[in-house]
């Protein structure tokens, strides 16, 4: 039996295993982490992350040919291929610090590899790394290896939070990066032979090691391209009249663009995309190449502008002044599907709005109130260093009778509040009872749609003052002065 290890038990190594185990009953899969919770939690009835179909995925095997556990080293001694997934966070100090990848996490288990190695491994790199990376963790390998023989692999993994459970079930495709070497050829159909089990063999794409790992930095880099191509352009549909919705459909019809990730928002969130272009722009920067860094970093300003007009927005709608008014948040996770909020720009646009001392009451289906805490005074990039994720004593926001607080429902959040802003595209709130929420509102109420959920003009007719990103703007906001740029 074929034993596969994966390192990290996160959002990337717990889906994809769960699939692997699920689709190759002769396979035997273990999924190990340093964090004990974490790997509780997989072990018990409440997973740690919230994806769709990831429980019955996971029920159907565990135990069987699928396993957590804390006992990283004899698992990893023990596998045949051994899957890399930790996180690659952005570096916060030294050199590259604020762009490039920070690989901390990765060097270390790749020491650990070589020292407990006792026969030969596939090493496969799952996590999102820099281009060359594979030749680091070689030379780790190689120069602790006791005459082991290493192989590496790039297997970047390309699936969506929200709908990981289908990306990974009916992939795109499956790329695998390897050396042209015999026994690097050899590896590659190692993996392949895995992936075979249930992906068409035609969407298993093999190619050289840094074409692989550069893919994936390209392909996030591209889809980021795209919503901040259309979020720049949602700003010119509000100065001109134009719909963007109306604008993305026209655009998306032609088929040579297409019509999937064109939908104008408050900004796009999740760990990958900022930190994976900022990478992208450190290494460009490395080689040289800085017209071509500076193109890329255009899509994380345009992200942040976004977030910036979001709140501007806000502010300058309701008098220039949100000081003590209750303003409710409606949803935090950084998409809808999931409970993840890294990088959600919900952070900075509550971050925005506690800055113009506004009293913020927050409603997530899914994300808890530690999680939305933990968050609001985490700084910039330090979220996925784990040591860092502690709230500070007596911060501003750690303390119940603040300026934030949590709610567990839709209604109670915008009970009493000026505004709601909408950070999250969470079904339930096309359906909530806008009737019902503007009875108990104060008055002018008004709804800044991050997501384009809601219908602005059946909020209209109820008498909410309505924003959308990128429609034509409400008659009380076209008197305004247009909000600054950042
Ligand atoms: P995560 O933070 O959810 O999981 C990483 C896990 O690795 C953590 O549980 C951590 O405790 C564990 N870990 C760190 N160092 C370890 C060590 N030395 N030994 C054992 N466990 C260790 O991260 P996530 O989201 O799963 O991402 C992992 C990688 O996959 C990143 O490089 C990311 O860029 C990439 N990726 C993420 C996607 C996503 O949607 N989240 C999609 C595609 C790629």
């Not at 996160?10 to 340093?34: H, L, N, R, S």
């Not at 996180?87 to 650990?112: H, I, V």
């Not at 010119?236 to 928002?265: M, P, Q």
Request: one cysteine or more; glycine letters at 6%; aromatic letters at 8%.
């Amino acid at each position: 039996m074929v034993k596969i290890c994966c390192i990290g038990a996160g959002y990337v190594g717990g889906p994809t295993m769960a699939m692997i185990a699920f689709k190759c009953p002769d396979i035997q899969v273990v999924v190990v982490d340093i964090s004990a919770p974490r790997i509780n939690a997989w072990n018990s009835d409440r997973l740690p992350i919230f994806e769709p179909g990831l429980d019955d995925v996971v029920r159907s095997c565990r135990n069987n040919n699928l396993f957590f556990s804390t006992d990283v080293e004899s698992h990893v001694a023990d596998a045949d291929i051994i899957f890399v997934s930790v996180n690659t966070p952005t570096k916060t100090r030294g050199l590259g610090a604020g762009k490039a990848a920070d690989l901390t996490y990765w060097e270390s288990a790749a020491r650990m590899i070589a020292e407990v190695a006792k026969s030969d491994k596939i090493v496969v790199e799952k996590s999102t790394v820099p281009v060359k990376t594979a030749e680091a963790i070689e030379k780790i390998l190689t120069h602790n290896s006791r005459g082991i023989n290493f192989q590496i692999l790039s297997n970047p993994e390309f699936l969506a939070e929200g709908t990981a459970i289908d990306d990974l079930a009916n992939p795109d495709r499956v790329l695998i990066g390897g050396r042209e070497t015999p026994e690097g050829q050899k590896a590659v159909a190692a993996l392949k032979d895995v992936y075979a089990h249930w992906v068409p063999e035609d969407r298993i794409i093999t190619m050289n090691l840094w074409s692989a790992e550069l893919s994936k930095l390209a392909a996030n880099a591209i889809l980021a391209q795209r919503i901040s191509s259309i979020n720049a352009m949602s700003a010119l549909c509000e100065a001109t009249g134009a719909d963007v919705s109306e604008v993305a459909y026209a655009v998306g019809k032609d088929s040579r663009i297409g019509h999937k990730f064109l939908n104008a928002s408050v900004g796009f969130g999740g760990s990958c995309f900022q930190k994976d272009i900022l990478n992208l722009v450190y290494i460009c920067e490395c080689n040289g190449l800085i017209e071509v860094a500076n193109y890329w970093k255009q899509v994380v300003q345009i992200n942040d502008y976004q977030k910036a007009r979001f709140v501007n927005r806000v502010v300058s709608s309701m008098f220039n002044t949100v000081s003590g008014k209750k303003i409710a948040i409606l949803g935090f996770a950084f998409k809808k599907d999931t409970g993840d909020t890294r990088e959600t720009p919900a952070i900075d646009v509550c971050q925005g709005l506690l800055g113009d001392k506004a009293q913020l009451c927050i409603y997530d289906p899914q994300v808890t109130e530690e999680q939305i805490r933990r968050d609001l005074v985490t700084s910039k990039f330090d979220w996925d260093h784990p040591q860092h994720l502690v709230v500070p004593p007596g911060s501003p926001t750690s303390n119940k009778n603040d300026t934030v607080r949590v709610t567990g429902d839709a209604y109670e959040a915008a009970k009493g509040a000026h505004g709601i802003c909408i950070m999250t595209e969470w079904e339930e709130f096309k359906l909530l009872d806008y009737e019902r929420i503007y009875q108990g509102m104060e008055k002018p109420a008004f709804v800044f749609d991050g997501r384009n959920v809601v219908k602005p003009e059946e909020l209209r007719k109820i008498g909410f003052i309505v924003y959308s990103v990128g429609k034509p703007l409400d008659p009380w906001m076209k008197d305004l002065p247009a909000a600054p740029s950042t």
